[in-house]
Each structure stands twice: as structure tokens, then as C-alpha cells.
């Protein structure tokens, strides 16, 4: 007799990663998924930015938002967070709806920096994210252990106690995502934290986050103009364009056929020789952008 027939049968193989949400397919239910839509529409200033959206990001996973400016993206942080409901469809951000767990995610808003004025001193601020927004605790409560960890965790302890209007874009930029961690959180929502930074830095960062992903076991979910410095690492994109959006892996969801498909017009990938991928001929924002500067 073989060994195969003795014993209970062995439990179903976990889906692979590459099996979650198939980019055109509708999001599936699955107990894991910390961020899901479901035929979302998000409306803004009466327009819809965007609609028909289905999303599914898997717990742990890595995950960009792509997309022209204008196109959508921060509105969909804004529908996660809860502080924007959908016109349309549902959505779940660890499992509940938008906005119940705001304590378990870390969120990173668009475009901070401090001018050369700005005092307050790099670890100060990242106890900030553990006292003050989260819980309203007086300083004192703080727990400085932790705070040292995640400075130390983000590369930023040789700087932490200078002001940190002092300091150079990535190096504010690491503080604000030790502040953004600091509170141990399951889920990190950054909104372009590349913005701004040299090459150098822009792929230091997406390595930080990409680590502190698999390690820590933190989704992650980003805004990104350029997905070059995140690629390797990424597990799935959310690609917004002409009111939709597209959501897979990078590779398949960054091809002229799909970006064509999205636009309803011919974009143009194409793959450098180190493996760099350049989109071109991308429209840039939709057109209810303009419709709406027009009314004034
Ligand atoms: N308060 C508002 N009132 C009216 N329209 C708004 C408002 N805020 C945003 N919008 C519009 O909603 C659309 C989506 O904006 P959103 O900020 O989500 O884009 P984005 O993809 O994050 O762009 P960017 O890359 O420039 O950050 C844009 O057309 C924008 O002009
Ligand atoms: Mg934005």
C-alpha cells in the first residue's frame, strides 16, 4: 500500500498570491483581504472620479496606486480611511467598514515636508504618532523603546534628535514613516512618499517599505507616480485611468493592452534593458478635470 492513501487528507493548498483578483475580475470574498471594493464609486464635487472599481489586496501584501494626476488616487485613500463614502458599492478595510479600524492603520498624507524653520526634533515627531494622534495620551505616557525601534527600524537614529526642518527630503521622509509606523499598525496607507525624493532615495525608501512589509508583516499600500523604484517588490497595482481602474500584478496590469483597454486609447509600453518599464502616451488627467476648472 502507498503512503499517499494512509492519513487524513491534507488541507487545501492556501490560494497563491498570483490567484488574488485577477485584474478584471471581480474582487472575491476572501477572510485575509485588508482592503476590498466592491463596484465602488467615489463622487467629488458631484463628478465621479471614478466607478465600476473592484479591488481586492491580500493581508501582507505590497501594493501600489498608479495613475495620472487627478485620476483618482488620493480619493480612494480617502474612501479607505472613511473619511469619504462610496456613491456606489461597498468596501472593507481590515475586514470592516471604512474608517472602524482607523487605529490599526498608519497613514503617510500627500506632500509634507517642514521648512528650515520647523524645530521640533525628528523623534519627537515620531512620538507624536504614538501619544498624541493616536490615542490622545500626554507625552509622557509615551513608551521610548518603541520609539527608538522604529527610528532605528527606518535608518533615522544618526539624525533623529537634530530639528527636523534641518534635515534633507528622505531623510524627513523616513521620520514620517517611523511616525506613520510607530503605533504598530497593520496596515501602512502612504500617499506618494517617493514624492520629492533623489533616485538614491526613492529606491532606499521602496526597500524600507518593501522590508518592513515582509518582516513585520504590514500591508502596504502606496501611491506612486513612478512604479521603476517599487517593481521588484510589488505583489499587485491599482492602475486608475479614464474613471476606472485596473488591479493586478504589476506585470500584467502594465502592458499596452491593458493600459489601452483602461484608456480607450493606444498606450505604449516599453521595457528597458535593465527592466525598467516606460508608459507612453498616457492622457493625462480625465476629462471632467478640465470640465470642472472651465465652471470658474
Ligand atoms: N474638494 C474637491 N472638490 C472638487 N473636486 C475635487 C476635490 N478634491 C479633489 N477633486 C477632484 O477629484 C479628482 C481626483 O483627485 P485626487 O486627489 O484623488 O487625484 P490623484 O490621483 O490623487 O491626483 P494627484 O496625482 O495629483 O495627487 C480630481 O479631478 C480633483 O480635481
Ligand atoms: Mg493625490
Known sequence: ??????????????????????????????????????????????????????????????????????????????????????????????????????????????????GAGTRIRGIDLVRLGLDGARWGLPLRRSNPARVDEVVALVGATAYARRPIGLLSGGEQQRLLIAQALVGDPKLLILDEPLDSLDLPNQSAVAALLARICREREVTVLLVA????????????????????????????????????????????????ADGRLVVVGLPEAPAHHSDRHAHH
Open 225 to 272: 507616480h513612478d512604479v521603476n523604484p517599487l517593481l521588484s517588490y510589488l505583489d499587485r497595482v491599482v492602475y486608475f485611468g479614464a474613471r476606472r481602474a485596473v488591479v493586478g500584478e504589476p506585470r500584467a496590469v502594465i502592458t499596452a493592452p491593458t493600459l489601452s483597454r483602461l484608456y480607450g486609447s493606444p498606450v505604449e509600453v516599453l521595457e528597458t
Open 1 to 114: 500500500m502507498s503512503a499517499a492513501g494512509l492519513g487524513p487528507p491534507a488541507p487545501p493548498a492556501p490560494p497563491a498570491r498570483a490567484e488574488h483578483a485577477r485584474e478584471g475580475a471581480p474582487a472575491t470574498a476572501r477572510p485575509t483581504d485588508a482592503v476590498r471594493v466592491e463596484h465602488g464609486q467615489a463622487n467629488v464635487g458631484g463628478n465621479a472620479v471614478w466607478s465600476d472599481v473592484d479591488i481586492a489586496i491580500a493581508a501582507g501584501e505590497f501594493a501600489a496606486i498608479l495613475g495620472p494626476n487627478g485620476s483618482g488616487k488620493t480619493t480612494l485613500l480617502r474612501v479607505l480611511l472613511g473619511e469619504l463614502s462610496l456613491a456606489h458599492g461597498s468596501a472593507t478595510v481590515l475586514g470592516a467598514p471604512p474608517g472602524a479600524r482607523k487605529g490599526e492603520i498608519g497613514y503617510l498624507p500627500q506632500r509634507r515636508h517642514f
